[in-house]
């Protein structure tokens, strides 16, 4: 969740899916004012801008410019979701990354340089690249589809058209997006993103069909034969009458015969992993076992090393020189390596690390990269970027030069100091509730970094800007931090939540001791809301249970005169006008969104930036809803936040920079002067002189004037 603070006001970021049709009371509509700059005191005419603007950053006609206050060299690096080697020439790399794109290096790791250019969102779940013309690459981005390049990552281009329910039309909770190709064939690929279908493209990707058949009716994973585009295998998990298991096709996906029927599929995204000759396949089926086939999946082997992991972000590589080496992550986290087709294994990263991708180097024994990743439950417990052994895992080196920090986000309270406060975040379905992360305090604006909380999950500043509020992991119990980490303590739960779960907290930006808490209910997916006005004493239920699909996404957005907005993931907006005793539904004009923001100035008006149809506005508290933004085009909005000293003035921040508008939300100018290229802006905050300061991939930055 993003949270941008304001004077009296705290915004903050949610995820959600499906829309919903109840609408709000209406409330008074605000007339436009004169546009004016932000709080650097700059006149200038609003500039005449066209309909789209490309996903990438561009310079500003506006004489603003972003000046850098920290690195962010301190933060994690961002998550590594896939490597692919050049096999023409392994010193150029490319990766992709959970929230900053794709990377690509020209000197065996060395160095990278962003490659994301043509990307509308930035978050890359899987790369694969042309074995026979290695400037073309695939990449499968969450929610996005794919996406071609065809210049070495130079430029990339959507390549989606016959995959449904991407982008603006997506309404499903939709957890991987794997491309795989074919090493015989690359111009026939697959694709698929869990809980669904998969799709076939014979055509390079200019267009996909998806793959009919009674059954398996869920693919979960899905890979093909290096030797025959025609033969694929598919992990599935029970659905409409069709067994768990392991599948094979011999006709491109047309029939398929269940050859392992299993308990329970591992997870999804790539759990089934076949050597370069064929001979040798192997499958992660569960948190617990692995299987080996060797005759082309006719009988199965159960591997005695439990070796894969429930969650998604779990791996395995096989030896490009020899299918019998292979690599996995093990059950609790760690690498181990097998050299005798699984038969035995050894650790060659502890156990607590968490891998989240692998590659061999190509033609050289011994050389891997691992994308490395904290450990579960403890964010001190390993750490995120870019890992290198030439010595088989007895030693590791960092290459993170030039690699993005991971998602983070930024807040003030109170709106009017020098004091700001940083959070670690993840671009993640699943929400905040099962992950800690670190807090960090800056007294200076940004510039240096201080950190007040190792582990939590969550956060809430409090009116006094000295207190946080976070959870910790699971959700079942409620930390204060005080004196900005100077110490801490447990708060009490409101007993009513049960055996719920905490899956964000909320603290008022201006009344003290006024806490919200929102709880989920695992076995009926709901999630309701309580109440503390005085710290965590006493709790009451502010919102009944609702239902609430998949994640644990909550947002709570404080507007002027009493005013709250709580939005549920999947698409649920409520408002309340007294301070969360009573509610009404309202309606929202996408299923898919990642921030809102309200007015300073008028609770009833407020700003929905959504996935690729820009940024919608309301005026009578979310009962209707227009869209009459330009130059947004189809970029990803991660953040907004408005201007409290120019409330018509409001920020973007976006997978493809930042943007300001000054006419409230109806034009959109770029603002990305000072910026790297390509930099993702996870965050964007004001304070009540009207500054701007926004978190991106590579460091914390002021808006200024040139």
Not at 336 to 358: L, V
Not at 482 to 496: C, E, F, M
Not at 504 to 522: D, E, K, S
Request: charged share 15%; aromatic share 10%; net charge negative.
């Amino acid at each position: 969740m993003n949270r941008l603070s304001g004077k009296g006001l705290r915004i903050l970021v949610v995820v959600f899916c499906m829309s919903i049709s109840a609408a709000c009371l209406a409330g008074p509509t605000r007339s436009s004012s004169t546009p004016s700059m932000p709080g650097v005191n700059i006149k200038t005419p609003v500039p005449s801008l066209t309909s789209t603007l490309p996903a990438t950053q561009m310079p500003t006609s506006l004489p603003l410019a972003w000046a850098r206050l920290n690195s962010g060299e301190s933060l994690p690096r961002d998550v590594i979701t896939a490597i692919v080697y050049d096999p023409t020439d392994p010193r150029i790399i490319y990766v992709g990354a959970e929230n900053s794109g794709v990377y690509r290096s020209h000197d065996d790791g060395e160095t990278w340089e962003t490659a994301s250019t043509g990307l509308e969102s930035l978050a890359v779940d899987s790369l694969v690249i042309d074995p026979k013309n290695p400037q073309t690459l695939y990449a499968g981005v969450l929610n996005a589809g794919v996406y071609k390049s065809t210049d070495g990552a130079m430029t990339w281009q959507a390549s989606s058209d016959g995959i449904p329910g991407l982008g603006i039309d997506a309404t499903e909770y939709r957890p991987v997006a794997v491309v795989t190709l074919s090493q015989q064939d690359p111009s026939t690929l697959y694709y698929y993103e869990g809980y669904g279908a998969a799709y076939r493209s014979t055509d390079g990707g200019r267009s996909w069909n998806a793959l009919m058949q009674a059954c398996p009716a869920m693919i979960d994973s899905l890979e093909v034969s290096p030797g025959n585009s025609s033969v694929l295998f598919s992990g599935s998990n029970s659905a409409e009458g069709c067994a768990t298991g392991i599948y094979k096709s011999s006709d491109a996906g047309k029939t398929w015969a269940l050859v392992l029927p299993v308990a329970q599929w591992a997870a999804f995204g790539r759990n089934i992993y076949i050597s370069q000759d064929g001979r040798y396949i192997y499958a992660r089926v569960n948190s617990n076992d692995l299987y080996r086939s060797s005759d082309g999946g006719a009988t199965w082997k159960r591997l005695s090393m439990g070796v894969s992991n429930a969650n998604v972000y779990a791996a395995c590589a096989v030896s490009l020189q020899d299918g019998r080496t292979l690599l996995c992550v093990g059950q609790y986290g760690g690498l181990f390596r097998s050299q005798d087709a699984g038969n035995s294994w050894h650790s060659i990263i502890r156990e607590s690390d968490w891998i989240s991708a692998i590659a061999y180097r190509p033609g050289v024994a011994g050389t891997l990269l691992v994308g490395r990743m904290k450990a579960y439950g403890n964010p001190e417990d390993g750490s995120n970027g870019l890992y290198r052994t030439s010595d088989g895992g007895l030693t590791w080196k960092t290459e993170n030069l030039g690699l993005g920090a991971t998602r983070t986000e930024l807040f003030k309270n109170p709106p009017d100091g020098v004091n700001l406060f940083l959070e670690e975040s993840r671009r993640d379905w699943w929400g905040s509730w099962n992950e800690l992360t670190q807090l960090f305090f800056s007294p200076d604006n940004g510039r240096t970094l201080k950190r007040i909380d190792r582990a939590g999950a969550g956060a809430a500043i409090a009116a006094d800007g000295q207190t946080v509020f976070r959870f910790t992991l699971g959700g079942n119990s409620l930390k204060r931090i005080l004196d900005r980490g100077g110490s801490s303590d447990t708060v009490k739960l409101p007993t009513a939540a049960g055996a719920s779960s905490g899956v964000n907290v909320f603290a008022h930006p201006t009344l003290p001791g006024t806490i919200y808490a929102a709880f989920m209910n695992w076995d009926n997916h709901e999630v309701s809301l309580f109440v503390s006005r005085n710290g965590g004493l006493a709790w009451n239920q502010s919102l009944p249970p609702h239902f609430m699909s998949f994640d644990g996404t909550t947002s709570l957005i404080f507007g002027p005169d009493q005013n709250l907005y709580f939005l549920i993931h999947n698409g649920q907006l409520f408002r309340s006008e007294d301070d969360g005793v009573s509610w009404l539904e309202c309606n929202l004009p996408v299923s898919t969104a990642d921030s809102l923001a309200v007015n300073p100035r008028n609770p009833h008006h407020i700003y929905l930036g959504s996935r690729g149809q820009g940024v919608f506005v309301s005026q009578d508290g979310g009962r209707s809803w227009a869209s009459p933004n330009a130059g947004l085009g189809n970029l990803y909005i991660d953040s907004l936040a408005s201007d409290s000293a120019q409330p018509d003035t409001v920020f973007a921040g976006t997978d493809g920079g930042a943007y300001i508008s000054l006419d409230d939300a109806v034009t959109w100018q770029a603002i990305n002067d000072g910026l790297p290229s390509l930099s993702v802006v996870y965050s964007i905050v004001t304070d009540v002189q009207g500054n701007a300061f926004a978190s991106t991939a590579s460091g914390i930055y002021q808006l200024t004037q040139k």
